[in-house]
């Protein structure tokens, strides 16, 4: 395939409908999302893409019902336990961005020993939006350089710049994304990578999650790649 994006990142989006269709609980629609994700995951590292970000939860999904939250968290700790190993031997790398800190010490132990295991790994990153908002990560990435400054590390009368932010954002190191994929018919945002999707190329799809597989993710590649990219400029 020519012109793979360098970086995708998907909302996976459409679990609780897709379950309510057949009369399960909105947790089924989300085990069920984690299989998608397995999916995604196997064809994105096949066609050589190197970083893929999905939105597992967000600053917002703490409002959902306790149940919903206490299946999601329980689906995220049996995934990352279950499923690290088997990443680690595809060489893939884990990385999260997000405040981890409002997770169980359960869940941000697991999460760490993921990391830590497959750092070294050079093939695809698998960077997993948790308790992720891009309004939280900007106001916490311009906390950081108020306390450069605070403690002097800045430059004299130093200005922020776009390039300072930048490197703020927890997604720092990794290029923005080319292409977002957002599955479900809904074509919003939703306080994701509002940074980062500057420039970024926008799929959205009425397929829902648990329906999405990786030859819908070739489809979604294929539409980037006959947009025409001009970041603003001109042919
Ligand atoms: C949106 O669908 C989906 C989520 C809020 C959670 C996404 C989580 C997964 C796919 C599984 C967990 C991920 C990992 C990495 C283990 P929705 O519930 O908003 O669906 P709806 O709009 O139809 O109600």
Redesign the pocket.
Known sequence: MKKIPEHIAII???????A?RQNKM?AV??RQ??E??RSVLEKADELGVGHLT?????TE?WARPKAEIKA?MM??LE??KSESKALHKKNVRITTIGDLTAFDQKIQREIEKAKELTAGNTGLNFN?ALNYGARDEIARGINGILEKERRGERGENAKVTEEEISRSLDTWGMPDPDLLIRT?G?MRLSNFLLWQLAYGEMVFTEV??PDFTGEHLVEAIEIYQNRDRRFGSIE
Do not use: P, T
Request: negative net charge; charged residues 15%.
């Open positions: 996976m989006d459409g679990n609780g409908r897709w309510e909105r629609g989300h999302g984690v998608a994700l999905v939105y597992a939860f967000s999904n999601l689906l995220l995934y990352i997993i479900s809904e829902l999650w």
